[in-house]
């Protein structure tokens, strides 16, 4: 089963005041071109990307040049600054995945950062017959009862341009309300979340959900690097590059593969240290691992009794 990452509370201080790593990211990007350029080529099929808060268009150019390049019909959201989860913007986006759909005949994968991704899930429930698969990055998916856990600038700064009841406010949305409903998201989805994201916690960036459809996929790197990560795009090109219909959980390979291995399992990010398996090395689920989970701390059943979009 595709489990929430086991993190209580906010970011941790460091990874908050250290966003700026982003830079550092897009720096490593030239050099990873090369490999990047051997990462499979899709179908052709057509991709939309959903830009995060107070975030336009513009702040997903490498992520488009990069989808083109391997051969899908990429566009963006066309709605202008992403001010957040708002009822026009969810109608248009509706009406704009089902003509997608329609004018290629083919259906539409989804590719959200940030409060995008929120976008992607309710785009997903709203279509789900025009959507091929919805990839997160470092997107607010998992909310418990206590509410966000980001940090009180971000919360802030949403109450002042989003709507004053900030964050809580996206919940009682009245379309927000297939995100809040027990149907289970039957289109496969990646959530790509940071253990080092200053911004958007673990346990919130990932879902509990059905392995067969859902999964959570660990990048090293800061929340504002994400859509220029160089291993998050090689992960997204590989997810987008599943056949439709055949969709297999993330399996890291190549010289890639081992980069990405190398910087996932230090004993600071490794979720085994955590008391989870690694989101690219599932552990078999042994009667001894079964009876571990119902043995849950009174934390973690409150956490339990939040609201996953993904599977409700």
Request: glycine share 10%; charged share 20%; with cysteine.
């Amino acid at each position: 089963m595709a489990t929430r990452y086991p993190h209580v509370g906010k970011p941790d201080l460091l990874y908050q005041l250290t966003e700026g790593r982003a830079l550092l990211e897009l720096a490593t990007l030239p050099w990873h071109l090369p490999l990047l350029a051997r990462t499979p080529r899709g179908d052709g099929h057509p991709v939309l990307l959903l830009p995060g808060f107070m975030a336009d268009e513009a702040t997903m150019v490498v992520l488009k040049l990069f989808l083109q390049s391997r051969g899908y019909e990429v566009q963006a959201w066309g709605f202008g600054r992403n001010v957040g989860f708002r009822s026009r913007h969810a109608n248009a986006l509706e009406q704009k995945i089902r003509y997608m759909h329609y004018k290629s005949g083919r259906k539409v994968s989804l590719v959200g950062w940030s409060l995008g991704g929120v976008f992607a899930m309710y785009g997903a429930h709203a279509a789900p017959e025009c959507v091929r698969c919805a990839i997160t990055l470092g997107s607010p998916i998992s909310v418990d009862s206590a509410g966000s856990q980001s940090p009180a600038l971000v919360k802030a700064l949403y109450r002042l341009i989003a709507h004053p009841m900030g964050a809580t406010a996206q919940h009682t949305d009245l379309h927000a309300r297939k995100l809040r409903g027990r149907k289970v998201l039957r289109v496969p989805m990646s959530c790509l979340y940071s253990v080092s994201d200053g911004v958007v916690p673990p346990q919130e960036a990932t879902i509990d959900g059905d392995p067969a459809w859902h999964e959570n996929v660990r990048v090293p790197g800061s929340h504002l690097g994400l859509g220029i990560n160089p291993l998050a795009l090689w992960i997204v090109a590989d997810r987008l590059a599943q056949p439709e219909g055949a969709w297999r959980p993330f399996v890291p390979s190549g010289l890639l593969g081992r980069i990405y291995r190398t910087t996932t399992t230090s004993p600071f990010a490794s979720w085994r240290q955590e008391g989870a398996p690694s989101a690219s090395e599932p552990a078999p689920d042994t009667p001894g691992r079964r009876r571990a989970r119902t043995a849950r701390t009174p934390r973690d059943r409150a956490s339990a009794r939040g609201t996953t979009w993904a599977t409700r």
